[in-house]
């Protein structure tokens, strides 16, 4: 037997959702209908009411748990490992160093608003050429430190490495990157 607040609140209901013939009608009080049966016009639909009970949780969670360990087995397969090559040269590399830097007494600067540029060595026409500082007018940062490169496999023994090295062209500094030449 239903109880006098559950009997108003299903004519609330019926109310609310019988405003025509092609509404849906809340049909709890007909025999042989379960209390979830809505009808649309012509339509039935039964709304499934599903309480989650603690064993669907569990299996619930063991998929999750299932996903989130194959997910990592095969993210774990991705990895590569990268072995470096080891080179071993039948000759010793011939290295053409540049000659220690010129000491140079620096004069005065011609006027406010210029920049001192240092002498450096430079590789021109297969071999070092100094180059004497002079004024530059104008802001110029130091001359920044030497890069370390690798020496790479000479293409034959004939050849020398000419180390990498700064040169000033263009009103800045520019690397020149180690290379072999013949």
Same mark, same amino acid.
């Given at each position: 037997? &239903?109880?006098?607040?559950?009997?108003?609140q299903?004519?609330?209901?019926?109310?609310?959702?019988?405003?025509?013939?092609?509404?849906?009608?809340?049909?709890?009080?007909?025999p042989?209908?379960?209390?979830?049966?809505?009808?649309?016009?012509?339509? &039935?639909?039964?709304?499934?009411?599903f309480? %989650?009970?603690?064993?669907? %949780?569990?299996?619930?969670?063991? &998929?999750?748990?299932?996903?989130?360990?194959?997910?990592?087995?095969?993210?774990?397969?991705?990895?590569?490992? #990268? &072995?470096?090559r080891? #080179? #071993?040269h039948? !000759?010793?590399?011939?290295?053409?160093q540049?000659?220690?830097? $010129?000491?140079?007494?620096?004069p005065?600067?011609?006027?406010?608003?210029?920049?001192?540029?240092?002498? *450096?060595?430079?590789? %021109?026409? *297969?071999?070092?050429?100094?180059?004497?500082?002079?004024?530059?007018?104008?802001?110029?940062?130091?001359?920044?430190?030497?890069?370390?490169?690798? $020496?790479?496999?000479?293409?034959?023994?004939? *050849?020398?490495?000419?180390?990498?090295?700064?040169?000033?062209? *263009?009103?800045?500094?520019?690397?020149?990157?180690? !290379?072999?030449? %013949?």
């Open positions: 037997m &239903k109880s006098p607040s559950a009997t108003s299903l004519a609330n209901n019926k109310e609310m959702l019988a405003v025509g013939s092609d509404t849906g009608d809340l049909l709890t009080d007909k042989g209908l379960p209390a979830n049966t809505l009808f649309f016009g012509k339509e &039935k639909m039964t709304a499934n009411v309480s %989650r009970t603690q064993e669907t %949780r569990k299996q619930e969670m063991t &998929k999750k748990m299932m996903y989130a360990a194959a997910v990592a087995i095969v993210l774990g397969g991705c990895t590569t490992v #990268v &072995k470096e080891v #080179v #071993v039948d !000759h010793p590399a011939i290295v053409r540049a000659p220690a830097p $010129i000491q140079e007494v620096i005065p600067p011609p006027a406010s608003g210029y920049a001192w540029i240092q002498g *450096h060595w430079t590789w %021109r026409d *297969h071999g070092w050429q100094w180059q004497p500082g002079h004024w530059y007018q104008g802001s110029a940062r130091p001359m920044p430190a030497v890069i370390v490169e690798q $020496i790479t496999v000479a293409p034959s023994p004939a *050849h020398y490495w000419i180390p990498g090295h700064w040169s000033w062209r *263009h009103n800045e500094w520019e690397w020149t990157r180690g !290379h072999w030449e %013949r």
